[in-house]
């Protein structure tokens, strides 16, 4: 997992105790009402959503379209604010022990040039799922109540 020289300057200071942080996540949905999901490398055995931190001076939005871009090499576009989310679905611990409880911005949007490929930095794995196939698919706890919240899976 990359992360910011801001994010580093402060983990040096507070180690790896849970901090809060903004966040973004992508619903990327094509023509045919599919929805892309992705494995992060830091745990391959879940699916996930296209997203990561918001940056200092950077937009919610702007973040979707550079962690899309960064992560699954495409221009997305028509972005589309779809919820705020938080709590304890939401909190993270990755394998070097560093705690985060994101707030997320959950944008949905469509590719609009590119074609989605890992860039086996963050992501080693992507494909795209219909709606009837997320039921069955092992998601990671935060997307499994992020496409909850935003009703693209029942509850």
């Known amino acids: 997992m990359a992360i910011s020289a801001h994010l580093a300057r402060l983990r040096a200071v507070i180690g790896p105790q849970l901090i809060q942080l903004p966040s973004v996540s992508v619903i990327l949905v094509d023509d045919q009402a599919r929805l892309l999901l992705v494995r992060h490398t830091g745990s391959p055995d879940r699916w996930g959503m296209p997203g990561g931190a918001v940056e200092i001076g950077e937009s ?3 973040a979707a379209v550079r962690e899309v871009r960064e992560e699954i090499g ?3 576009g028509g972005l589309r604010l779809l919820d705020v989310l938080g709590g304890a679905d939401y909190e993270v611990t990755y394998s070097n022990g560093d705690q985060v409880a994101y707030v997320t911005a ?3 949007a ?5 074609t989605p490929a ?3 930095d963050e992501i080693c794995e992507l494909d795209w799922f219909t709606p009837a196939q997320l039921r069955d698919v092992a998601l990671n706890r935060f997307t499994r109540a992020l496409l909850e919240a935003t009703g693209h899976l029942a509850s």
Do not use: C, K
């Open 74 to 76: 495409v221009q997305i």
């Open 118 to 120: 890992e860039d086996q």
């Open 60 to 62: 919610p939005a702007q």
């Open 110 to 114: 469509a590719i609009v040039d590119g």
């Open 106 to 108: 959950v944008y949905e």
